[in-house]
């Protein structure tokens, strides 16, 4: 199985300021066939379910602010948010849609300072 | 709007069962694959099955193979996870989540709507 980790368990930011969570896969999500990082974030609010927010590790789902944004290849990836807001607090995971079975990392808190 | 609200979550003993359901409104059910996946504070997010728009296709983590079953019913827009030999670890928040159509394969695990979940207490 990939095993997903984050860095940091969590930070705390100022409001406007940036915010960024890191993630790193054990083994490589870029599948050959097409080309395509088979990673995604998904942000998660109190009491709330997960939402989608970025997948191709880089696309970002309909709906979703342009403070959000993701990057990285392979094995290394970054969800950064531009701007950070009031509403932004909650705690992020990336994902490997990738692999059998699929694994999610444990998560970074976001916070405001 | 898409809708998916889950059901069937409580507290049963260790090697009891339990039938979950999802009802799912706003798309066309049977043209997406659907999924269940599991919240834990301990073990965070974990992917549980999946199933495809017409069934063809299953999947199950290795954690609940042989013990739960996915099941669909198109006509009825639901979604079902049948549970048996419970056990502790099972314990946990199911989500109902739908597969996003940005994939074009059945071992797709992207999940572009959830449900709010329903709590599974596993206990004696």
């Known amino acids: 199985d990939i095993v997903m980790t984050q860095s940091p368990d969590s930070l705390a930011v100022s409001l406007g300021e940036r915010a960024t969570v890191n993630c790193k896969s054990s083994?490589?999500?870029?599948?050959?066939?097409?080309?395509?990082?088979?990673l995604a974030w998904y942000q998660q609010k109190p009491r709330q379910p997960p939402k989608l927010l970025i997948y191709w590790a880089s696309t970002r789902a309909p709906g979703v602010p342009d403070r959000f944004s993701g990057s990285g290849s392979g094995t290394d990836f970054t969800l950064t948010i531009s701007s950070l807001q009031a509403e932004d607090v909650a705690v992020y995971y990336c994902q490997n849609y990738y692999d059998s079975p699929s694994t999610f990392g444990p998560g970074t808190k976001v916070d405001i300072k | 709007e898409v809708q998916l609200v889950e059901s069937g979550g409580g507290l049963v003993k260790p090697g009891g069962s339990l039938r979950l359901s999802c009802a799912a409104s706003g798309f066309t059910f049977g043209s997406y694959g659907m999924n269940w996946v599991r919240q834990t504070p301990g073990k965070g997010l974990e992917w549980v099955s999946s199933?495809?728009?017409?069934?063809?296709?299953?999947y199950y983590a290795d954690s609940v193979k042989g013990r739960f079953t996915i099941s669909r019913d198109n006509a009825a827009n639901s979604l079902y996870l049948h549970m048996s030999s419970l056990r502790a670890e099972d314990t946990a928040v199911y989500y109902c989540?739908?597969?996003?159509?940005?994939?074009?394969?059945?071992?797709?695990?992207?999940?572009?709507?959830w449900g709010q979940g329903t709590l599974v207490t596993v206990s004696s």
């Open positions: 083994q490589s999500v870029l599948y050959s066939s097409n080309n395509k990082n088979h």
């Open positions: 199933i495809s728009g017409t069934s063809t296709y299953i």
């Open positions: 989540a739908r597969t996003a159509a940005y994939c074009n394969s059945n071992r797709c695990r992207l999940f572009d709507y």
